[in-house]
């Protein structure tokens, strides 16, 4: 069953701490992404993925860290230097001008 | 790099009238352009889609329109139902087709 993994569901981070969120795919999507859901908000973009060992910073990259070492996996690191980390992340992937496909998402919270 | 605008932000429709929401961008060189809804805690998924050599595509009740001169783009809903109420977003590649902007979204609701 191919699709977008996006793990964990919920996640909790305290002042300080960084924390990793995973994404899988088995589409054979050459392009990853990972977009920031506020509340009401739209869908910005953090980083995203052409290719293996490539990525390229979006509109929001401050405070925040990728890498691409497999075609299928793009985890997103959330580092102490993002300041309101609280949000709905999202996972997509793409081939070259086609539909994103979305993982479930990942709430993270501050506590 | 390219930059999409999305109106309205919400909309307020009655059961069985039509919906439109319309998009800009400002990369000419943008040659895709999906639709996405989004309902309350779920992920985003593709409803339509446009590429930049057609001018207009239908799918039942909903279409999409494309005018590459004025680089807008318009969702059309009509007989709007309540299980439409979500959240669409509109989203354009920008020239090489892997970076994907998106609106900012429009809440639609539609009233029973």
């Known amino acids: 069953d191919g699709g977008i993994t996006q793990s964990p569901k919920y996640l909790f981070r305290k002042e300080g701490q960084n924390v990793t969120l995973s994404c899988e795919q088995n589409?054979?999507?050459?392009?990853m992404y990972w977009y920031r859901q506020d509340p009401g908000q739209g869908l910005r973009l953090i980083y995203y993925?052409?290719?293996?060992?490539?990525?390229q910073k979006g509109d929001i990259a401050e405070g925040y860290s990728v890498s691409r070492e497999k075609k299928e996996s793009f985890p997103l690191t959330v580092t102490s230097a993002q300041k309101n980390p609280t949000a709905f992340y999202l996972c997509?992937?793409?081939?070259?001008?086609?539909?994103?496909?979305f993982g479930q998402g990942t709430r993270l919270t501050v506590v | 790099g390219e930059n999409v605008e999305q109106h309205p932000s919400t909309l307020s429709v009655q059961e069985g009238d039509s919906a439109v929401i319309k998009c800009t961008y400002s990369?000419?060189?943008?040659?895709?352009f999906p639709w996405y809804k989004q309902e309350l805690g779920k992920r985003p998924q593709l409803i339509i889609d446009?590429?930049?050599?057609?001018g207009e595509k239908k799918d039942q009740r909903i279409a999409v329109t494309l005018n590459k001169t004025a680089k807008h783009f318009s969702l059309h809903i009509t007989e709007t139902q309540p299980e439409d109420s979500a959240v669409y977003f509109c989203?354009?590649?920008?020239?090489?087709?892997?970076?994907?902007?998106f609106g900012a979204g429009t809440r639609l609701f539609v009233k029973a």
């Open positions: 993925s052409q290719i293996v060992n490539d990525f």
């Open positions: 589409l054979n999507h050459d392009a």
């Open positions: 446009i590429r930049s050599n057609v």
């Open positions: 989203a354009a590649s920008e020239g090489g087709g892997f970076k994907t902007i």
């Open positions: 997509a992937s793409t081939r070259t001008n086609t539909e994103a496909f």
């Open positions: 990369d000419s060189a943008s040659n895709y």
